[in-house]
């Protein structure tokens, strides 16, 4: 064992696959704790009701965020990787791919302006938007995914864990009360202004590399080169984040609240996967007939996550939020199989069907089942409320697993 150990620590893309693992898990890791503490803290101290404003507007905005994203966490690391020892290719991606987010978020604020100037009942709370805005914007402009595709996630991990620790501190220091609830995402908007910075200077001073203006051609080439990846990536939003909106919409902030708590720690569990994906991406995209080995790892770990969450389902909310808020872990109960459907989605979509070409493909599995459950959730979701929102949630993840598998199956035997 020990043999087979020190064997694979002699490859250098090995040694490099655990320390990428071991820095997106410091990042993720912390991700994970995050709300394992603020979510507690916010519900107990905003109050349920205020706590659900505060995801309603975060819902609305989310939107935008991937929006601005534009699928770069797919299309943005896979070029960078591809191009990590071309310093003159490198430079030219990295302003062409900030130039068109930059355009997208300046383009979604315009919007979103619009939006809630026409409507009363979101014109009524405008600066929280505009605050949960801020947040979200300079989230999608951070550019995790340069660190991502040159293997260096180590700087995400030290921006990541300095920031979010002085978020954490300024949040129990002067959130007191639910008066205080417009706080919480201008923290959390200027710890990530912080983040967004701190990086592109590493970026310019360690990389060497210097914002350029693009062409029109080479913008248009991020936007036609990514479209596929964005609308996998963007149709996820029609489900989780219009179930949240219609729900607050219809229903009220108590409901949001309830439905919030539930939904924020599933994904909290979701983020594993995540990590796991983001760790792999770079090294499949030179290594795609290691795609086996991941695969059941990916698998084998959605099945156990999936299990300790529905077993201490009750001990966790308790634990969390206090027996006070014990109504959660019913909700957060039935939720659990989520955690299994988007290990298996993850593993079989953007680390192997995108990394082969079928871009297309994914896309269309993401695109028309967000789209089937997205018309579902404006019928279902006013009318059955919190179990309407749960189930366009578990029907949505599901569909697109099974797919997704099933396209692996097709497709495989062009890799295995």
Not at 154 to 165: D, E, G, H, P, R
Request: glycine share 4%; aromatic share 16%; net charge positive.
């Amino acid at each position: 064992m020990i043999k087979r150990i020190l064997q694979l620590l002699k490859n250098k893309e090995n040694v490099q696959l655990i320390a990428n693992f071991f820095s997106l898990i410091s990042i993720k890791g912390f991700d994970l704790l995050i709300p394992l503490f603020i979510l507690p803290y916010l519900v107990r101290t905003l109050g349920i009701d205020v706590f659900g404003l505060t995801q309603f507007s975060l819902a609305l905005c989310m939107y935008f965020g991937a929006f601005i994203h534009y699928g770069y966490s797919i299309t943005a690391v896979r070029e960078i990787a591809r191009n990590r020892n071309n310093k003159e290719e490198l430079s030219r991606k990295y302003s062409a791919f900030l130039s068109v987010s930059i355009l997208l978020m300046l383009t979604s604020l315009i919007i979103l302006s619009l939006i809630v100037l026409a409507v009363p009942s979101l014109n009524e709370y405008w600066v929280l938007h505009l605050y949960t805005f801020y947040f979200i914007a300079m989230q999608s402009l951070f550019p995790s995914w340069f660190f991502q595709g040159m293997e260096k996630m180590k700087y995400i991990a030290f921006i990541n864990l300095s920031t979010k620790v002085m978020f954490l501190i300024s949040l129990v220091l002067l959130v007191k009360g639910p008066s205080d609830y417009l706080l919480v995402p201008l923290l959390n908007a200027l710890a990530m202004t912080l983040s967004t910075i701190i990086s592109f200077w590493i970026i310019h001073k360690q990389f060497k590399l210097a914002f350029r203006r693009s062409r029109y051609s080479e913008l248009q080439k991020v936007i036609i080169d990514g479209r596929h990846a964005f609308i996998s990536l963007f149709s996820p939003t029609l489900y989780n984040s219009t179930t949240m909106f219609i729900l607050g919409y219809t229903s009220s902030n108590y409901i949001v609240g309830i439905y919030a708590s539930a939904t924020k720690l599933i994904d909290a569990l979701n983020s594993v996967a995540l990590l796991l994906s983001n760790t792999f991406l770079p090294y499949l995209s030179r290594n795609i007939r290691k795609h086996v080995v991941f695969s059941k790892i990916m698998v084998m770990g959605g099945l156990v996550l999936t299990a300790i969450a529905f077993i201490f389902s009750e001990q966790l909310i308790l634990f969390l939020y206090g027996k006070e808020n014990l109504e959660v872990a019913f909700y957060f109960r039935i939720l659990t199989p989520m955690v299994l459907f988007i290990f298996v989605r993850s593993a079989y979509g953007p680390n192997f069907l995108m990394l082969i070409g079928k871009d297309r493909v994914y896309k269309n599995i993401v695109l028309y089942t967000c789209l089937s459950f997205f018309i579902m959730a404006i019928i279902v979701v006013p009318i059955f409320e919190i179990y309407g929102a749960i189930s366009i949630m578990l029907g949505t993840t599901f569909v697109m697993a099974v797919l997704t598998y099933i396209y692996f199956r097709k497709f495989r035997r062009l890799v295995y």
